[in-house]
């Protein structure tokens, strides 16, 4: 049958549409770990991982078998794609990770810096916001100040000048002969140069270990799409700010400021006993020479101090500017002084001889004093803004951030007072130093006074740990009686019971931590005034000030000198060999890593010498995954944060561009975001910022258990659809046919193999579901003026063309 040919005019029946496709978006599990850290396999629950992005430092993996999802989203129908950000080495690396203990005092200062009270939005207080960051970063000066005294004092006062001036402390010592044998090196003033040496390479350390880090750290460019600085809202939180994470410039500039001021330390150490015997001799060229140097290193000191002042962190954009004269000049001036100091002391100066102290009490009565005025002044500014904005829930009432301030002023006197201390006792032997009758002076009377308040301060403390522990005990017999009956049909086991109210009593002595912080920064600051008042009215050590006044006053004195003068140089002694056992143990390193998990998370606003903010590193890599994953595939991603790694996902999410934060569902457990961070830092994570977060991300919930010492609730009372908890914790309180064995009582840990977590993960996925199904993937579009595109059609950075002189919104930075 021949073919019937087509009519031509006959038009072609349309196609018919297209049925909507029954496959959801692929979904990924983004998941982070919290402090200690975990491997991939343990993360992902199988040892064949592989890396997906990152480097050695902080990498993203998956399971082996995942690593073509994408391609092949069919395989992974009902459940997401999970994935691992591993940051533990980011703090805990390498073997140089120890040197970071040297660095504990600044670390705590830079946090009393981030945790001021909130201010109201109608009334944000600029000056005073402005004025409580000057006064920390002052404070922080006085800590790199006091170290590299502490230096100069070791170097310059206890061995060039008391014990090399000694032939009893050099006879057993042939390697200090050289300094006394009476040849070009016996002089005083070359001896000092010799010595300071010391000091000057230790100001050197300092800044090696903060510009290593500088590039690594601070200067993470923020990923393309992130909100506009020209146009984003003065009310947005300030962990949502472009520039929060980029704070390459401040760093920079108090990086100078501090390295000037450290050498100016080490001149004018040098300088002033020399400038004072060319001015005893009578010598007029020297005699004005040294007044020269010594108004230079006037002029360089309120130099340091203005560039410390002047300016606070730019949040409201990655500031890509550097002060170039503040961090060339500065510190290049300050080596060129302490050259010409050097050269100064080296000048011949035939019959001067050393006898007693380098005139270093007055310096660090006056770095003392400067501390306790500057705690003083935080307090008063701090309950100043309480007071605009009361938030019940703020760590004592506002005064938290001057109470840690004066935690590292304390933590700085100990560390300087235990070295010198220590040193001075091994110069002098068997005898007390200060004493009558030692061979030599010993180190600043104020430093023997501060080791004589320790005792008392470690009673109260031993006082204070035993209230707690009564308080506890108290509290896990008023639980333990409640505890079998949240457990229907099972019979009351009262060990059982003891042992989950005694971990449920534990977990909330967390909740007591202010207070107990509150009384030791205030006895320590009330006994570091009496310490300081003892030494400038009494002038000499406590144990010959409290002779003739009684037997039992000389005796007391006498024990709390020697006792204290035995603690703060074993302190610093166990200092040193944990330091040195960390740099050889990797467990060990793992161990300080976790200390600075948690107070190292801040950017480094205050002190450029703390260690430096890992969040720096990790916010910025994980914004950048979220946003290149969802913009490339257009799927749904959960992010998935425990302890530490919450805070981590948190911060992320708040820089997601707002297009990219509609994609995303949070996942927290474990988390101390409402319980720790938003006590301490409530700019930052307070009731506003967090209920803000929760209306800008699709979808949040939060699992927490009453036996968890760290996590807990994050909006307690406001937002009853992100909290679930307290979990049950044991799973099962005796003995069953579904749980044969005891059933552990978990705490902190293994949130995932609650049921509860994959069950709000399944919930928190099928939310994003029909957003993921309606917007589908971003299409690649050409970069726009600006930007650089990369792989995927995900735009790159986006450049700051901002105006040079564009500040931050009133009252934010500080």
């Not at 006993?273 to 060319?278: F, K, L």
């Not at 938290?400 to 091994?426: K, Y």
């Not at 994003?768 to 917007?775: E, F, N, Q, Y």
Request: with cysteine; aromatic share 8%; hydrophobic share 45%.
């Amino acid at each position: 049958m021949p073919e019937t040919p087509e009519n031509p005019e006959t038009p072609t029946p349309p196609n018919p549409k297209p049925h909507p496709d029954p496959t959801p978006p692929l979904a990924l599990e983004l998941l982070v770990h919290g402090v200690a850290g975990a491997a991939p396999a343990e993360l992902l629950g199988d040892p064949r991982t592989v890396r997906v992005t990152g480097d050695s430092t902080a990498a993203v993996f998956r399971r082996t078998e995942d690593a073509d999802a994408e391609a092949h989203p069919e395989r992974y129908a009902g459940r997401p794609v999970p994935e691992a950000y591993c940051w533990s080495r980011l703090t805990s690396g390498n073997g140089a990770r120890a040197l970071w203990l040297l660095l504990l005092p600044f670390m705590v200062a830079n946090l009393a810096h981030w945790a001021r009270p909130a201010t109201p939005a109608a009334d944000p207080a600029p000056r005073a916001v402005r004025t409580y960051g000057v006064l920390v970063r002052i404070l922080a000066l006085s800590l790199t100040v006091l170290l590299i005294a502490a230096a100069c004092e070791v170097a310059l006062d206890l061995f060039a000048w008391q014990c090399a001036g000694s032939g009893t402390c050099t006879a057993d010592r042939s390697w200090l002969r050289f300094l006394a044998d009476g040849g070009w090196w016996a002089q005083p003033g070359r001896r000092l140069a010799l010595g300071a040496l010391v000091p000057a390479a230790l100001t050197g350390l300092l800044w090696f270990l903060s510009n290593r880090t500088w590039s690594a750290y601070e200067s993470q460019p923020p990923p393309g799409g992130a909100p506009d600085p020209d146009t984003a809202s003065d009310t947005a939180p300030a962990l949502g700010r472009p520039g929060f994470w980029y704070g390459r410039r401040i760093v920079a500039r108090l990086r100078a400021a501090h390295t000037a001021a450290g050498l100016l330390t080490v001149a004018a150490a040098v300088a002033a006993p020399t400038a004072r015997h060319d001015r005893a001799a009578g010598a007029p060229v020297l005699e004005a020479l040294g007044w020269t140097l010594e108004a230079l290193l006037a002029a360089g000191g309120l130099t340091v101090a203005w560039v410390v002042c002047r300016r606070g962190r730019t949040e409201a954009r990655p500031d890509h500017r550097l002060d170039r004269a503040a961090v060339t000049l500065l510190p290049g001036a300050a080596v060129a002084l302490l050259a010409a100091v050097l050269l100064y002391a080296c000048w011949s100066r035939p019959g001067w001889t050393s006898a007693g102290r380098l005139p270093g009490d007055f310096a660090f009565g006056v770095l003392m004093l400067g501390q306790g005025l500057c705690v003083l002044g935080l307090a008063a500014v701090a309950a100043r803004l309480y007071r605009r904005a009361p938030d019940p829930a703020a760590a004592l009432r506002g005064l938290g951030g001057p109470a840690i301030a004066m935690l590292g002023c304390a933590l700085g006197g100990v560390m300087s007072g235990g070295v010198a201390q220590r040193v001075a006792d091994w110069l002098d032997g068997g005898a007390t130093p200060g004493m009558a009758g030692t061979p030599l002076p010993g180190p600043p009377v104020l430093l023997s006074w501060q080791a004589a308040v320790l005792p008392p301060l470690l009673l109260v403390l031993a006082l204070l740990a035993a209230w707690f522990g009564v308080a506890g005990a108290r509290a896990r017999r008023r639980l333990a009686r409640a505890v079998a009956a949240e457990y229907p049909g099972e019979a009351p086991d009262r060990s059982r019971s003891r042992r989950i109210a005694g971990a449920r009593a534990a977990a909330a002595l967390t909740d007591s931590a202010p207070w107990f912080v509150a009384a030791v920064s205030g006895i320590t600051l009330l006994l570091g005034a009496g310490a300081l008042a003892g030494a400038w009215i009494g002038g000499q050590v406590p144990g010959e000030a409290a002779r003739g006044s009684g037997p039992f006053l000389e005796t007391a004195a006498r024990a709390a000198q020697d006792t204290g003068s035995w603690l703060i140089g074993f302190g610093f002694v166990l200092f040193v060999t944990w330091g040195r056992r960390a740099y050889r143990d990797p467990a060990a390193r793992r161990t300080i890593g976790i200390l600075w998990d948690v107070g190292t998370f801040w950017p480094r606003a205050a002190h450029p010498f703390a260690p430096p903010c890992y969040a720096e590193r990790a916010v910025p890599d994980l914004t950048w995954r979220m946003t290149g994953w969802t913009g490339r595939t257009g799927g749904r991603l959960v992010i998935s944060g425990h302890s530490q790694g919450s805070v981590l996902a948190a911060a992320a999410v708040w820089q997601l561009p707002p297009a990219v934060r509609h994609r995303v569902a949070l996942l927290t457990y474990g988390s101390p975001l409402g319980r720790l961070y938003g006590r301490w830092f409530p700019v930052y994570f307070g009731p506003g910022p967090l209920i803000a977060l929760h209306d800008e991300v699709d979808c949040w919930r939060n699992l927490w258990r009453a036996t968890d010492p760290i996590g807990g609730p994050v909006l307690p009372g406001t937002r009853q659809d992100v909290d679930r908890g307290p979990l049950p914790d044991p799973v099962a309180y005796g003995r069953s046919p579904g749980h044969p064995l005891p059933a552990p009582i978990l705490g902190h840990s293994d949130y995932q193999a609650d049921p509860a977590f994959a069950a709000e993960r399944d919930a928190l996925l099928a939310r994003l579901d029909p957003a993921a199904r309606a917007r589908g993937p971003r299409p690649a579009s050409p970069p726009g003026p600006g930007r650089a595109e990369v792989a995927g059609g995900v735009p790159g950075q986006r450049l700051n063309k901002a105006p040079a002189g564009a500040a931050d919104p009133p009252g934010t930075a500080g």
